[in-house]
């Protein structure tokens, strides 16, 4: 795409995007689908036979697990040629991270090794480094895994304790320390792990093999969910790590973290996708299958409410999730095109939408805690029995709301980062924010032309953006330099934000299938119910921020302005959610 089509992180809230310009799923080309396939087939020949057994940990099941999935290609899927991999642009690994994020534990092990495990390496690594690594990584003969968390040291990362002092003959990092919640830790045979040398403010990166003397371990980690992911407390007593070790600059380990979670957010939006899917089909199954009172329990309108929000919410991250992976690709491939390393314009690419990667990070992950809630609901009594996978499907969620930073932390990030990049002058926001102030003094314009497709929606996005500037602009003015501390208002900012985010791609998404499919009135459905509630959403949390900080004619103004900027026409809802429930119903699975 041409560099100025290219929207910018946090744009999308001044700037209009053409659906032309965005990627759906239905546009997968053959050989995504066959990449696809060959993930979900690993899945059902491999993963789903011996569950109970892998979640009993036991003894090198997962390493060899991960080891076959080397041996298929599926782990180097976006490492570059050179080291061995296949070298797939973004939405082609976001696609393998979909599928094979159905995997419960398995998913955790995989993706811990191929996002977090491997990526520093090759990002921020040396060619010796990366020659050295990241082939035998690619093709499964070794396993990674990063070692960043403290026992006082989680979100505030960098005020990890561990320590590296060079020794005296200058040929070696002496490291000592210890990291907590290592996935992938019991078997992982190269670590990337994070210290301080001598007293640095900020930390750096080693790359350490398992084989270092000094290097020790407490017993697997007993878990919720998750439980045949390998979890362990490592520790490091003098351990002599050749200098060459060294991963990136010194004081450089901060920023790998920052941008290394920035892949893993988003890569976790894809897996909770995934999972999300996989427990619709079975919610669905299981609803035209369970009879109650001579009936399947998929003729009440309850359990229908129930599956058509699970797909609706479904639907809406998966129309987010490969806009954004489009962008990063563009960001990327435009990068590549001025004679940026290919890494290097992969981790500007990435971090040029940071804020949208913890939006989908957030919206994923909560999406498929509802999901697999209502789940067990569907399924009554059996959801809560460990017989079912449905009661597996629920333990393993929990954890994705605190994986790559919690999602509290990340709702923080979503709004630090437009308002940063608002006060360097890289988003023209606070002048958009003024506008939409002055526009809540003046008569609303009621005389609206909704005579093209989508126009009304358009009009509900366009006014979803505005609730984002009002607010945050009113909340900035008024806390100025302490709105950092203001986490209840950032946080409300953020949730504008993120609906407004997800609502646009779900319009865009819908716009563009009218190109592409001969009948997209279902989606569109389901585009109209997601509206119609995040409206409601939006004005609640608008109100929240307002109430906390507004007094007087301001509040009156700003509640009057937030009302406006909310509104949906009626809708029934009722109608359409069956409509949707129907769909899934007939076809006996996730169908969109």
Known sequence: MEKEKIIKGGEFLIKETDADDIFVPEEFNEEQLMIAQSCQDFLDQEVYPILDRIDNLEEGLMDGLLSKAGELGLLGISVPEQYGGFGKRFVTSMLSAE?????????VALSAHTGIGTLPILYYGNEEQKQRYIPKLASGEWKACYCLTEPGAGSDANSGKSKALLSEDGKHYILNGQKMWITNGGFANILTVFAKIDDDENLSAFILEK?????????????????????????????KVPIKNLLGERGGGFKIALNILNVGRVKLAGAALGAAKATIDRSVKYANERTQFDRPISKYGAI???LAEQAIKAFATESALYRLSQNIDDQINSLIKEGIDPQEATLKGLREYAAECAILKVHGSESIDYIVDEGVQIYGGMGYSAEADMERAYRDSRINRIFEGTNEINRLLIVDIILKRALSGELNIMEAAQSVANEILEIPDFDTDNSAYLSEEKGVIKNFKKSVLLIAGAAAKHFTTSLAKEQEVLMNIADITIETYICESLVLRVEKLTSIIEDNSLQQKMMQVYLYDAADRINKAGKEAINSFAEGDELRGLLLGIKRFSKHPPLNTKSLRQDIAIALIDKNRYCF
């Open 99 to 107: 599928v094979t994020g159905a995997g419960y534990s398995f998913a």
């Open 211 to 239: 084989d270092f003397e000094g290097i020790s371990m407490n017993p697997e980690e007993k878990k919720m969910g998750i439980k045949g992911s390998s979890t362990r407390q490592i520790f490091f007593n003098d351990v």
């Open 304 to 306: 229908r409410h129930k």
